[in-house]
């Protein structure tokens, strides 16, 4: 897989994997130092995005949804991350996609970069909070211990990494979403969470 | 159904709707007039986004793409949107999310009030620039008659309202993206884009 520490995307499908334990080979991507742009990676991911999956026979997989999926359909005897009932199933997809779609890519590195970084904060912290908002309310029908009733799903990876995010940009996740703030506690507790954390990355910069 | 005539993200449920010939009501909400985030419609979908679909028994589901997936597993008998073999459907899902995650939200209405509407057309063919960059380069390897093969899948059904908007932010299409340009062209075509056009809704604006 190829993944940078810090990238929210990558961090998403590293929750998959540990949860699966599923091994892979870690390849890290700079994304400060531009390196998703260069030619060796963009003919592996022509989105010029992270993260991408690269199979044994050699298929890629690039979106972090697209390759939770596959996750879900490749490795059936793995633990799952996606319930029974259909429509159990759409409520964890609604909060997938309020983050993965609603939140991150508005406020990922290249858009910040076509803002302005000077308004990089200011921005962030908006579209951030205009989707806690949107989860907030959607969680409070939904959760119970996890994000969706009381079984680890897909919108729990993602809820982790898009909190991390948050807390960079200076949102007060406790005062403002409280249901966030404590399921983001509870998944930190668990084993898989730890292990794909940014900071246990072989690429975590420590000064950062 | 709520949806908006020109809401991309709704007139991708209808594609589906329309290809599986799924009856539905139409309730307009107009995204001009602000009505989404009206009380009546935010306690619906807290998301203050299109499209949201209500189920007979009074059940809610936001976001197009949890919307599209709910259609695939609750309606077995109807025409199917996604393949069966795993890494055909990991790449519809990698074509959906090139545009259901980087194009759209960047671009859509809420953004471009945010960005400020003396830089909407800029920002918003910029973006749609930058990802159909890389759909092009993503279908070159994976297209047949349609986005993943010579089968319709849910990418298409994404594919056609994305062009839609890219030319209403005045994107050549047909010189910049050739195959873009042939696959929405064979889509249009097809009975249920057709009745899925903005223009046959039934809150279409003949001046807009």
Redesign the interface.
Known sequence: MYSYWRSSCSYRVRIALAHKSLAYTYHAVSLLAGEQTEDGYTELN????LPALVLADG?V???????L??LE??YPDAPKLLPED??A???V??A???I???I???QNL??LK??GMDRKIEWGA?WIA?GF???E??LAKHAGNYCIGDELSLADACLVPQVYNARRFGIDVETKYPIIARIDAALNEIEAFKAAHPDNMPDAQVSA
């Open positions: 022509p989105s010029k995005l298929t997989i690039g979106q972090s949804t697209a390759i999926e596959f359909e490749a259909p429509l199933r759409a409520y997809r609604q997938v996609a309020m993965a779609a609603d991150q890519p508005v290249r858009v076509y803002v908006h205009t908002d949107a989860l309310a959607f």
